[in-house]
């Protein structure tokens, strides 16, 4: 199993404010990504890090608002830019090893924009 | 898009009954994995269960998969207060590469 790292835990933000999460993997892992959980809702992937290279975004999510970077393969960051109250949702990073089996996730960052 | 369908959306029990989760989805899969919330913090990875496999026990756990029917199902016995909790199935779809795709999940609620 991986450990997972996500910074911050929680967020209270002002609209039009951007905030970056970060991701930190305890071990080399193949694949991170990133989703959100909007109130009350299911989990939606948001993107795919890729390291070194560009994010690919799922549609409905756009580099503009959501970007991504993966320096390397135990890091990644998410950057909400320019936030409304509807961005109002918990983040996470998750990660899949190398046989690309079950995911783990990290705790999640809630965020309120208010 | 969400592929997972759970039902039923809300499950309220009394300690020591059973519960029993049900999930369909839409595409084919590598596997079904079905995953704990406990109140809006981050998920915890219950058990995974392979295409190519029709069921998986753990501990108190019991899940089966029909890929006929493309539906699976999350069986905890003896229920205890301390699995309330709400519960997503998520599959990897054919060709993926890890990314999953959620249900939108069971709130099980277990009364002491």
């Known amino acids: 199993s991986a450990v997972i790292s996500q910074k911050p835990s929680r967020d209270i933000c002002q609209r039009g404010t951007s905030l970056t999460i970060q991701c930190q993997v305890d071990s080399q892992v193949t694949m991170m990504f990133w989703y959100r959980q909007q109130p009350g809702q299911s989990l939606t992937l948001i993107a795919t890090a890729n390291q070194g290279s560009e994010a690919t975004y799922e549609s409905g999510f756009v580099i503009d608002k959501f970007p991504i970077s993966r320096p390397n393969l135990t890091f990644s960051t998410l950057t909400v830019s320019n936030m409304s109250p509807e961005d109002s949702s918990i983040y996470l990073c998750?990660?899949?090893?190398?046989?690309?089996?079950?995911?783990?996730f990290g705790q999640g960052t809630r965020l309120t924009v208010v | 898009s969400q592929q997972g369908e759970e039902d039923p959306q809300a499950l309220s029990i009394q300690e020591g009954e059973n519960a029993t989760m049900n999930c369909s989805y839409k595409?084919?899969?590598?596997?079904l994995q079905w995953y704990r919330q406990n109140s809006g913090r981050g998920l915890v990875h219950l058990i995974l269960i392979r295409s190519n496999e029709r069921e998986k026990h753990s501990g108190r756990l019991r899940v089966t998969l029909d890929t006929s029917k493309k539906s699976s199902s999350l069986l905890i016995t003896a229920s205890r207060a301390a699995d309330t909790a709400s519960y997503f199935c998520a599959t990897d779809p054919r060709g993926s590469q890890g990314n999953l795709i959620f249900g939108k999940g069971t709130k099980l609620s277990v009364k002491p």
């Open positions: 595409t084919s899969i590598n596997n």
């Open positions: 998750s990660v899949v090893g190398l046989l690309i089996t079950e995911a783990f």
